[in-house]
């Protein structure tokens, strides 16, 4: 963030956010949401009225819709400052991981808030181009337009600023609409300034212009909100952070089967596997992972499920082979990856044991995986039989 953008934060936080130092970061976190959706609130009531008298003065389609525009944008922010109150909500019997899922939900319902208002812009701004219509100007409009102008990127700079700051996606929508309206106002001046020049009937034109960048801001919206809502993969940082302090202590050999479940800002829940020395004492392997999770806890603000795998770490045979096989399955595809591994010897073979960790985009199939790595590891030495568990990685 800027330097501007810092000290406009600062200076609203000072004004409505009080005893702020004092916050815990998920309370600070909230206050920042609800400032954010006061504000906005506010702003674009205003807006709404010296534009709703602009259109109505000059008789512009364009105008008077940009103002109905804003008008659903306040309606927006609201969305918005009840989405981080009712985030902010406690765990319940009911909902146990919290309810911090519902700023993600008000995000969304922004984003089909301006979906529907491109969709009516569209059909106000056709209505104009079959059956134009002059459009009378003045410095007064003209000046409202501008003014607003102004507004829109002031709110759509504060409002990144604070969805950056809290990482929000709610907050992001919003500045995406602030945007747009910013766009659009600037689209609605320019062609009422041409048609105060030249006479040319351009304002529904603009408006369907207007319209149709609305309706594509609505849909960056929309897939920005609802990714996290579906389940998307962790940010590559964070799990970097995960793989740091688990890989920190030395009894960890390695990690996999990483799972992040994401329940809304501050609800955030992580399980994985452990590989640990298989000749380790088991109450001292507990707790150290216990250690892992409190850490994991403390830094990230996450909740740890850790699930230990003891894997032989003393058997030069069984590390040669879990190499060996290694680099078979790599070459498959070198973004394959084993785990788990162990031998369970016979009279007449030997059975490999292992997962093989497959990402999503792999154009194989399980099935195919399976084959190929069995026919690799025979290559090793005809009486290893490979017993394959496919694996899908969860992360990036």
């Known amino acids: 963030m800027g330097k501007g953008e810092n000290a406009m934060i600062e200076l609203l936080a000072r004004l409505f956010i009080r005893g702020r130092d004092a916050l815990a970061p998920s309370a600070l976190r909230r206050a920042y949401g609800q400032l954010c ?83 009516e812009l569209a059909k106000s701004s056709l209505e104009k181009i079959l059956h134009p219509e002059a459009v009378v100007s003045s410095p007064l409009v003209l000046g409202i337009l501008a003014l607003s102008v102004a507004v829109k990127l002031y709110m759509y700079f504060y409002n990144r600023s604070i969805g950056k700051k809290i990482k929000s996606a709610a907050m992001s929508a919003t500045a995406t609409d602030s945007l747009s309206d910013a766009v659009s106002t600037t689209a609605v001046l320019a062609a009422t300034l041409v048609g105060q020049l030249t006479g040319l009937h351009i304002d529904g034109w603009v408006g369907m212009l207007v319209a149709l960048f609305i309706l594509f801001s609505a849909y960056k919206s929309a897939k920005e909100t609802l990714s996290p809502l579906l389940g998307q993969t962790p940010e590559p940082e964070f799990v970097e952070q995960i793989q740091q302090i688990v890989r920190s202590y030395p009894q960890v050999q390695n990690i996999h089967d990483l799972v992040v479940h994401d329940y809304g800002p501050g609800r955030v829940m992580i399980s994985l596997h452990a590989e640990v020395p298989a000749n380790g004492d088991l109450l001292q392997l507990h707790d150290v992972i216990d250690n892992v999770e409190h850490r994991l806890q403390k830094e990230l603000g996450c909740s740890a499920v850790i699930h230990m795998d003891p894997i032989v770490t003393d058997d030069e045979h069984t590390t040669a082979l879990r190499t060996a096989v290694a680099e078979k399955v790599q070459a498959i595809d070198p973004r394959l990856t084993i785990h788990d591994f162990r031998t369970v010897p016979g009279p007449t073979h030997t059975n490999l044991i292992f997962d093989v960790v497959v990402p999503y985009d792999v154009k194989l199939t399980d099935e195919q995986v399976r084959q190929q790595v069995g026919q690799l590891v025979k290559q090793i030495a005809g009486n290893y039989f490979a017993v394959v568990q496919i694996d899908h990685s969860y992360v990036l």
């Open 37 to 119: 959706g006061a504000v906005g609130i506010g702003l674009n009531l205003l807006l709404f009225a010296v534009k709703f008298f602009a259109g109505s003065v000059s008789g512009s389609i364009a105008i008077t819709a940009d103002a109905f525009n804003n008008l659903s944008d306040a309606g927006s922010s609201l969305v918005t400052l009840l989405g981080f109150r009712l985030a902010g909500r406690k765990p319940d019997p009911e909902h146990p991981f919290g309810h911090g899922r519902m700023e993600y939900i008000s995000g969304l319902v922004v984003s089909g808030l301006i979906l529907l208002m491109g969709v």
